[in-house]
Structure formats: structure tokens, C-alpha cells
């Protein structure tokens, strides 16, 4: 192909056309979310006692594919051996399957998740996940991250609280 932007901008094409569907999920504008996280730290090896870590922190996200892709920022504050650090970086959200009642709408989606983060005690991370959005108010899920300075692995559960309010969408035949 002689011309790679174009081809790419025909892929987000398709995306936008296929994320245009009726769907209650990954719907348009940003979302704020409280986050706690729970794991632990390994190198896989006997050399080396697996660590607890625990986090606190923010998670933004702005969605730019409708009903499939959001991109965002992480921010906040971890625990891990022995020692009080920041993480912040980028992560993405991709939709992989909604969860509907046939009366009631959807009840939660599953999504991939990537994430890059650095930290405030050199970390320098990046690695996936898969989480839950339930009722678009909560969010579980599980990751696992490579960290690349320090030769570790971070495996994590976290559970999410949306923060933000929902945008009311005004009825266009309302008077």
C-alpha cells in the first residue's frame, strides 16, 4: 500500500462505522473512576519472595470509537515493598462483548484493557488486562504487568467506582 494514512484512517472508518450501533455502552464522552488495586509482585523464581502490592487511584477515560474504544490516563498511589510510590501512564479500552437482558438493556460489557506505567520509584511497566463494567457504575477486573527496570511482574485484581455523573441525553422531541 502505497499510502499508510490512508489505509489507517479507513480502519477508523470501519471502527466508527461498526461502534455506531444502539448500543448503552462505551458511549460518548469521559468517565471518572476511583480505583483500588490488590496483587502481588513475582519474578516467577525461587530467588525471590513474591510481594503484596495495594493501590489507590484515578482512572480517566474519554471514549473515541462509540460502543468500542476508549482511551485514558492512569493515576495514583501504590504500595509495594515497603515503600509508598506513584504510578501514572496511558491505557485503552477495548470492547469485546456486551451483556444484555432483552427488556431491561445491558447489564455489563467485558473489555480488554492495555495499560503502560511509569513510577516514581523508576517502575517502568506496561502489560493488559480484562475488566467488567457493570451497569456502567462499576468496574472489576484483573491485569497482569511487566515491569521492564526491575525484571518483575505485577498481577492485580481492582475494582472501580465510577465518579463522574452520567450526561442525561436530552429527548429530541421533548418540549
Not at 484512517?9 to 466508527?16: F, G, P, R
Not at 525471590?48 to 495495594?54: C, Q, S
Not at 456486551?98 to 517502568?124: C, D, P, R, V
Not at 511487566?146 to 465510577?162: E, G, P, T
Given at each position: 500500500?502505497?499510502n499508510?494514512?490512508?489505509?489507517?484512517?479507513?480502519?477508523?472508518?470501519?471502527?466508527?462505522?461498526?461502534?455506531?450501533?444502539?448500543?448503552?455502552?462505551?458511549?460518548?464522552?469521559?468517565?471518572?473512576?476511583?480505583?483500588?488495586?490488590?496483587?502481588?509482585?513475582?519474578?516467577f523464581?525461587?530467588t525471590?519472595?513474591?510481594?503484596?502490592?495495594?493501590?489507590?487511584?484515578?482512572?480517566?477515560?474519554?471514549?473515541v470509537?462509540?460502543?468500542?474504544?476508549?482511551?485514558?490516563?492512569?493515576?495514583?498511589?501504590?504500595?509495594?515493598?515497603?515503600?509508598?510510590?506513584?504510578?501514572?501512564?496511558?491505557?485503552?479500552?477495548?470492547?469485546?462483548k456486551?451483556?444484555?437482558?432483552?427488556?431491561?438493556?445491558?447489564?455489563?460489557?467485558?473489555?480488554?484493557?492495555?495499560?503502560?506505567?511509569?513510577?516514581?520509584?523508576?517502575?517502568?511497566?506496561a502489560?493488559?488486562?480484562?475488566?467488567?463494567?457493570?451497569?456502567?457504575?462499576?468496574?472489576?477486573?484483573?491485569?497482569?504487568q511487566?515491569?521492564?527496570?526491575?525484571?518483575?511482574?505485577?498481577?492485580?485484581?481492582?475494582?472501580?467506582?465510577?465518579?463522574?455523573?452520567?450526561?442525561?441525553?436530552?429527548?429530541?422531541?421533548?418540549?
Open positions: 500500500m502505497k499508510p494514512i490512508t489505509f489507517l484512517i479507513c480502519i477508523i472508518y470501519c471502527l466508527a462505522a461498526i461502534g455506531q450501533q444502539a448500543d448503552t455502552e462505551f458511549t460518548k464522552g469521559w468517565l471518572l473512576a476511583g480505583r483500588l488495586t490488590n496483587g502481588a509482585i513475582t519474578n523464581k525461587n525471590a519472595p513474591d510481594l503484596y502490592t495495594g493501590g489507590i487511584g484515578l482512572n480517566t477515560q474519554f471514549t470509537v462509540p460502543g468500542l474504544l476508549r482511551l485514558g490516563a492512569n493515576a495514583g498511589a501504590v504500595y509495594h515493598s515497603k515503600k509508598v510510590s506513584g504510578l501514572f501512564g496511558p491505557m485503552a479500552a477495548l470492547k469485546l456486551n451483556f444484555a437482558t432483552k427488556n431491561f438493556g445491558s447489564l455489563a460489557n467485558m473489555h480488554l484493557i492495555a495499560e503502560a506505567n511509569w513510577g516514581t520509584n523508576k517502575q517502568q511497566m502489560g493488559g488486562g480484562l475488566g467488567f463494567e457493570i451497569l456502567g457504575l462499576a468496574h472489576i477486573g484483573i491485569t497482569a511487566r515491569d521492564y527496570k526491575w525484571n518483575h511482574w505485577w498481577l492485580q485484581s481492582f475494582i472501580a467506582i465510577r465518579l463522574n455523573k452520567f450526561k442525561q441525553e436530552e429527548d429530541k422531541y421533548s418540549r
